[in-house]
């Protein structure tokens, strides 16, 4: 049996040939080259053996500030090709057919033309139909072998244009032209002063990324298509989310309060039996605060039922972004700011922060620190923690109740407050603001005094009490009252510092 035919060798030339990727189409030859900048770099490139070695890439070639894109070398294994194919002759006729030919266009002269190059300009698109049509007619030839690609995989950086900028204008027509006479010319404007619409001088580095970033992004396996029943189109719904209801947020000044929840509970035995469990607590009182609600129910405090009970909250009731009841949960349908008894549910926060005290004699860190997610505050597992009692005090809320307040100074000036004429929806509630400025005064350095250490007795307010309930042309919280000095000693604050905490309280309302 004859041996079957071995394919055809070829010989590749000896000549090192090393190729650049440019990430732009080029239409135009001239401003292609000119985009890699003018300090001869691939004279650089083949005249080097160091792998490292790249490229620039300006993509406003013209503007002396804008930043290049570095290339990566790449080992690769490709050949140069060198096609040539006859050269039109102008005339063309239907494939096929025996009709005359026809001329193109008009030839200025008959005179033979030198072999064009057609690599490049976008020259190169008919090359495969020229090939189908001058079968046998064309010849290739293996020129060179490509052992080094250099490609642009980089992101290119942020870049302001300076094109309408005076004076990076005047700038560049005469400092960066290489004219001594030109560079002469160029002077900085000496004056002191604000100037009228005076630059803003752009970083020469915007990012300091230049790989993009690989998120990984893969599709929800729970997403499926859907038809929108009122407009026809296609839409994704999440199968596996579960709907859920924020809490209604109401302004202080807001006239109309809401009647119930906009929607039914899920169909959640957890979440239905939570919702159960807290409408009993509002059979003993209609306004609870958040912490009592979990300090109550009768559950183990974790991060499940502490989930659980968020997303029960929006079909209990409604609450209040500022005012005297900012933040309690009120019943649906319920407004306290229609009768006075409510006022014992009014609310009273305090800004507790408990803040990290760095020790001064550990090494220095440096100014910039990582990224780090917002520390919350501990949660108490005492389930007293919404009451204050003078006695102790729970950092895990900022918010009390008037009725949870069970210190007996306290509780007694409470009860026995006379009742605003007219209720106060921005400060003092249903409360006069002297009264209210004395509780607020009053409980603000007995908590001091808790963290501190500090013994504070009932007679050291004596002055305070005998403040009035009622203080004409006052705003509340704008109500002095005097009160125990409780700022801390030297000794005292470096006692607390050895701790390893700082503890500031401001009162608001």
Not at 11 to 37: C, M, S, Y
Not at 120 to 128: A, G, I, Q
Not at 306 to 312: D, Q, T, V
Request: aromatic content about 8%; charged content about 30%.
């Amino acid at each position: 049996e004859p041996e079957p035919a071995l394919a055809p060798q070829f010989e590749i030339g000896t000549r090192e040939v090393v190729a650049v990727e440019h990430p732009a189409i080029i239409q135009n030859l001239d401003n292609g080259i000119k985009t890699f900048g003018d300090n001869q770099p691939f004279e650089r490139i083949i005249n080097c053996t160091d792998p490292e070695e790249c490229i620039p890439l300006y993509l406003r070639f013209r503007d002396p500030t804008c930043p290049p894109i570095l290339s990566q070398s790449t080992s690769t294994q490709n050949i140069v090709l060198k096609i040539t194919v006859p050269k039109r002759t102008g005339r063309r006729r239907k494939k096929g057919s025996q009709d005359p030919f026809t001329k193109d266009a008009p030839w200025e002269d008959d005179e033979p033309r030198e072999p064009e190059l057609c690599s490049h300009s976008r020259m190169d698109t008919s090359l495969w139909r020229r090939l189908q049509d001058n079968i046998g007619k064309y010849t290739c030839e293996a020129v060179a072998e490509i052992k080094q690609t250099h490609r642009f995989r980089g992101l290119a950086d942020f870049h302001q244009s300076t094109t309408h900028m005076p004076f990076f204008s005047k700038f560049r027509d005469t400092a960066l032209t290489g004219n001594i006479e030109k560079m002469r010319e160029f002077k900085f404007d000496t004056s002191r002063g604000p100037k009228p619409n005076e630059e803003i001088i752009m970083p020469t580095n915007i990012t300091p990324y230049s790989l993009p970033f690989n998120w990984s992004w893969q599709q929800n396996p729970h997403i499926s298509q859907e038809t929108d029943p009122v407009t026809g189109k296609p839409i994704l719904v999440n199968t596996s989310r579960l709907e859920r209801l924020q809490v209604v947020y109401l302004p202080h000044y807001m006239e109309n309060i809401p009647e119930g929840p906009s929607q039914e509970p899920p169909d959640d035995q957890d979440v239905l039996q939570i919702i159960e469990n807290i409408k009993e607590l509002y059979n003993a009182r209609p306004i609870w605060t958040r912490r009592a609600i979990i300090n109550k129910v009768n559950y183990a405090v974790t991060e499940a039922t502490l989930h659980l009970i968020r997303l029960a909250l929006p079909y209990i009731g409604y609450r209040f972004r500022d005012g005297p009841f900012k933040d309690a949960i009120i019943q649906f349908g319920l407004d306290p700011r229609k009768d006075p008894k409510y006022r014992m549910y009014q609310t009273i926060y305090f800004q507790l922060a408990e803040r990290e005290v760095r020790d001064p004699n550990a090494p220095w860190t440096g100014t910039f620190k990582p990224a780090k997610t917002p520390k919350r505050a501990k949660r108490s597992n005492d389930k007293l923690s919404h009451f204050f009692d003078g006695r102790d005090v729970a950092v895990d809320g900022k918010i009390w109740q008037m009725c949870d307040v069970t210190d007996p100074l306290l509780a007694k000036l409470i009860k026995e407050a006379p009742i605003s004429e007219t209720f106060d929806a921005k400060n003092d509630g249903w409360f006069c603001n002297g009264t209210l400025a004395k509780i607020r005064a009053i409980m603000k350095v007995k908590m001091i005094a808790l963290h501190t250490g500090r013994v504070v007795k009932d007679e050291d307010f004596k002055k305070a009490l005998e403040m009035p309930d009622i203080i004409p042309d006052r705003e509340g919280g704008r109500v002095w009252i005097p009160v125990p000095d409780m700022r801390l000693s030297k000794e005292e604050m470096e006692k607390l510092r050895a701790s390893g905490k700082d503890f500031t309280i401001m009162s608001g309302m």
